[in-house]
Nanobody, 114 residues
């Protein structure tokens, strides 16, 4: 079974940057969609960004500020977050679609505050 482990969260000042990492326990393939989601307390989990092969897409709220990327050799997907806003505060989760299964990481907290 695939295990996903997120890291890189923490406290960030508004306008600052942070890079999240999601490491998979086994080999991942570029044809398998991976993504970042986030969830604030009391709110639904929402899509942040996805990567499928060479293609990416983003939520409108993060477009132009966040970048998703993948390093297949390291079985790791990244989320580079720039120009962070307090509204970005949430637990960020990595996921992987493999066949009919969706795997989730445990999440990493990102808090944007002065």
């Amino acid at each position: 079974q695939v295990q996903l482990v997120e890291s890189g969260g923490g406290l960030v000042q508004p306008g600052g940057s942070r890079r999240l990492s999601c490491a998979a326990s086994g080999r991942t393939f570029s044809i398998e969609p991976m993504g970042w989601y986030r969830q604030a307390p009391g709110k639904q989990r929402e899509l942040v960004a996805t990567i499928i092969g060479g293609g990416t897409n983003y939520a409108d709220s993060v477009k132009g500020r966040f970048t998703i990327s993948r390093d297949s050799a390291k079985n790791t997907v990244y989320l580079q977050m720039n120009s962070l806003k307090p509204e970005d505060t949430a637990v960020y989760y990595c996921n992987l679609l493999r066949g009919s299964y969706i795997y989730w990481g445990q999440g990493t907290q990102v808090t944007v505050i002065s």
